[in-house]
């Protein structure tokens, strides 16, 4: 437990605001995007610039205080109940370059923000499925870009780190450079534990046309849809991206009217590409069965978020994610039986993404992103409050169980809650495994960064 004199010490070192439990800010300092995995840290401290960064992590490392980063909150990882939370949601820098094509972030920017500018620009970022994302919490994390099969891995694209190590370091680090190089790769797939990245540079690709938009069917036509969908997919070009979701709509006012408390099921695509050739690839798809809505067209790649649909507010939730090697007859058969027609399930959405593409493809420079090969990306959530809370978690237990003879790692930023290291470990091979640890022994072997989510220290 922090001592108020130890806080006292933080307190006269930092500007940023610095809160305990019941303190003013506390709670606005660590609220995230779900409210059912909320950190309790003993403190939050609202970083104000690098400098703040750099004096906590030195005075954390002195007490040898654990310590938690937070931007957005979209990925509550592990259960934080201990030490000090660093908020870095402050940290607003971003310089966009065009004539270099690279946008600078600092650590609490979303990638809504970083759109924003770049759009106008013609040029785009790997950017997921939500823009309301934090840019450094996804890349850590390797990042699944929404256009992943034309782009590849968010870390693909990193070309420089700003971290503050745990011996209270600012390093700058860049993609191919020689010092720190083993940090570089950990840092793109090994997420918060080897100290605060407060701030990144990524390189942008330049865009002309897109096209995208969803397709929902209605529930009955659930196994039609995705018995096309395994078809269709394996004709796809690499500059399209498409993702299946078996969705549960609750019965509530944001949803649109005719969407309420039914059970659709939704094509997401995207294709840098023209009218034409998106009409064309899309023709299979809107062959089958009679789609209850179809928004896809040529689009305003600021809409991009409409295509995906994510909530843009917080939701109580639990989920869980893994990637799959193939979608054999059995598996989709099996799914049906989780998540299809009459099944009922709790889960809200079971997602199935396309993978392969340019994500299929070697990094540019090392990273900690295993399963490159895998085919399609499966992740599913749930309402996590009474009274369906136990419900969604055995569903999510039951999909595993079915999904699991087919399973090929995970990613990290979609593997759902993480409560042991057990938990993350599909996310990283063995060999990736055995680097974050060297990592972590060469750059945190106090274990300071424990919670994000948690590489363990080698066996000596
Ligand atoms: C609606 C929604 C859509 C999503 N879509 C996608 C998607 O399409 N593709 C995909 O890959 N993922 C996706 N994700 C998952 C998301 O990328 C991860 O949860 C990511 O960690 C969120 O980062 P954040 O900074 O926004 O969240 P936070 O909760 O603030 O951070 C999560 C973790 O990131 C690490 N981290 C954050 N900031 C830093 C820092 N400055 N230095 C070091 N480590 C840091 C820490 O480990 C931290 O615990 C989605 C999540 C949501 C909720």
Redesign the pocket.
């Known amino acids: 437990m922090l001592q108020d004199t130890d806080l006292e010490n933080l307190r006269s070192v930092v500007h940023g605001p610095l809160s305990r439990p019941g303190n003013p800010g506390y709670a606005a300092d660590t609220a ?2 779900n409210p059912s995995a909320v950190p309790r840290p003993d403190a939050v401290l609202g970083a104000a610039g690098v400098d703040d960064v750099q004096n906590a992590v030195r005075w954390a490392a002195e007490r040898n205080i654990p310590l ?10 592990a259960v934080m109940d201990e030490g000090l939370l660093i908020n ?1 949601s402050r940290l607003q820098d971003l310089a966009v370059d065009p004539d270099a094509g690279t946008a600078t972030v600092g ?1 609490g920017v ?1 990638w809504r923000s970083v759109l924003g500018e770049t759009v106008l620009l013609g040029l785009t970022g790997p950017h ?3 823009g ?3 840019v ?3 890349a ?7 256009m992943g099969r034309a782009l590849g891995f ?1 870390s693909d694209h990193v070309q420089g780190i700003e ?1 503050v190590t745990p011996d209270g370091r600012l390093r700058q680090l860049e993609a191919g450079g020689s010092e720190d190089a083993e940090l570089f790769a950990a ?1 793109r797939g090994g ?2 534990n080897f ?4 701030s990144m540079t990524l390189g942008l690709t330049p865009f002309r046309e897109f096209y995208g938009g969803g397709i929902m069917y209605p529930e009955d036509a659930g196994p039609e849809v995705l018995a096309a969908f395994r078809a269709w997919t394996t004709q796809l070009p690499s500059d399209a991206s498409a993702s299946l979701a078996f969705l549960h709509l609750p019965d509530v006012p944001f949803l649109p009217e005719e969407l309420r408390g039914t059970a659709p099921v939704h094509l997401r695509f995207g294709l840098f590409g023209s009218r034409e050739e998106g009409d064309t690839l899309l023709e299979p798809m809107r062959r089958i069965s009679t789609p209850i809505m179809d928004t896809a067209g040529p689009m305003d790649y600021g809409a991009i978020d409409s295509i995906h649909m ?2 843009e507010d917080p939701v109580p939730s639990l989920d869980r994610g893994c990637l799959l090697g193939a979608l054999p007859d059995e598996l989709t058969d099996a799914l049906t039986g989780q998540v299809g027609p009459g099944s009922n399930t709790p889960l809200m959405m079971t997602e199935i993404r396309l993978m392969g593409g340019a994500l299929a493809m070697d990094p540019p420079v090392e990273d900690a992103v295993s399963g490159r090969d895998a085919a399609f990306n499966l992740y599913a959530l749930g309402l996590n409050v009474p009274p369906v809370a136990d419900a969604t978690a055995a569903a999510l237990d039951r999909l595993d169980d079915a999904v699991g003879p087919y399973t090929a790692g995970a ?1 990290i ?2 593997r759902g809650h993480i409560r042991t290291e057990a938990d993350a470990r599909p996310a990283w091979d063995p060999e990736v495994l055995r680097r974050l640890q060297a990592a972590k022994a060469a750059y945190d072997p106090q274990n300071l960064f424990r ?3 948690p590489v363990p220290l080698p066996v000596p």
């Open positions: 995230g995007f938690g980063i937070q931007a957005t909150g979209h990925g509550a990882a870095t650590a979303r997921g499925s939500s309301t994302v934090g450094v919490g996804y850590s994390g390797g990042g699944l870009p929404l968010a971290v840092l997420k918060g100290g605060v990245i407060t994510d909530p990613l930023n979609l919670f994000g989510p």
